[in-house]
């Protein structure tokens, strides 16, 4: 069921975008390019903008309504989720004694033949 809502998302989504861009903006947009001038002699101008607005609002609520349905029921749940606060808590303390290098021997002397 994830998979299948996670697929109507994608294609709501794509339908969204083409929404938006097929809208008219101050300078033309990109309704132009895709075919929404011709749109416009179909429906008419404000009949077509009335439209892509009303579309737009609706692909806008399910794309919400669909993504929040998903989170909250079909998500996949991972349980006993540590905060840091927990984790921090329960690791071993750190020794506070400094820990000293190994001696090395003197620059000039060879270590002694076994």
Do not use: C, Y
């Not at 669909?66 to 029921?73: D, E, G, Q, Y």
């Amino acid at each position: 069921m994830f998979s299948f809502l996670l697929m109507v998302e994608i294609v709501v989504a794509i339908l969204l975008i083409v929404s938006v861009l097929m809208q008219a903006s101050k300078g033309g947009g990109l309704a132009g390019t895709f075919g929404g001038g011709s749109m416009g002699m179909v429906f008419g101008v404000r009949r077509t903008a009335d439209f892509l607005i009303r579309s737009t609002q609706v692909l806008a609520g399910i794309f919400i309504l669909l993504s929040l349905v998903t989170n909250i029921f079909f998500l996949p749940r991972v349980e006993n989720i540590e905060s840091v606060i927990q984790r921090s808590s329960t690791e071993q303390a750190v020794p506070t004694t400094p820990q000293l290098p190994p001696a090395e021997e003197p620059a000039g002397q060879t270590p002694p033949i076994q």
